[in-house]
Nanobody
């Protein structure tokens, strides 16, 4: 069984920063792509940023230039550093990972989500 556990969300004021973390654990043989998505009330879940195992990154326009995604392959962990946060960044942020188990099966896993609220 594989679990993704996010942390680092919270309430911040506009212009402040947050760093989200997501650690994968369980029967993991390897992790390919990892990413962060977000879902605001009444809106569809959208990609924020993604990173390959080799470190290539992709950012959505919404947080491009204000965020940095990184990963520690030894710790099976992905991070999202977000700066200059705006009220429109308020959402539940979800971690996603493409994980191959020791049984040889690859599939996508999701974390439980962490709330980010940007408000004065």
């Amino acid at each position: 069984q594989v679990q993704l556990v996010e942390s680092g969300g919270g309430l911040v004021q506009p212009g402040e920063s947050l760093r989200l973390s997501c650690a994968a654990s369980g029967s993991i043989f390897s992790i390919n792509n990892m990413g962060w998505y977000r879902q605001a009330p009444g809106k569809q879940r959208e990609l924020v940023a993604a990173i390959t195992r080799g470190g290539s990154t992709n950012y959505a326009d919404s947080l491009k230039g204000r965020s940095t995604i990184s990963r520690d392959n030894a710790k099976n962990t992905v991070y999202l550093q977000m700066n200059s946060l705006k009220p429109e960044d308020t959402a539940v942020y979800y971690c996603n990972a493409e994980i191959r188990s020791h049984f040889g099966i690859s599939r996508d896993y999701w974390g439980q989500g962490t709330q980010v609220t940007v408000s004065s």
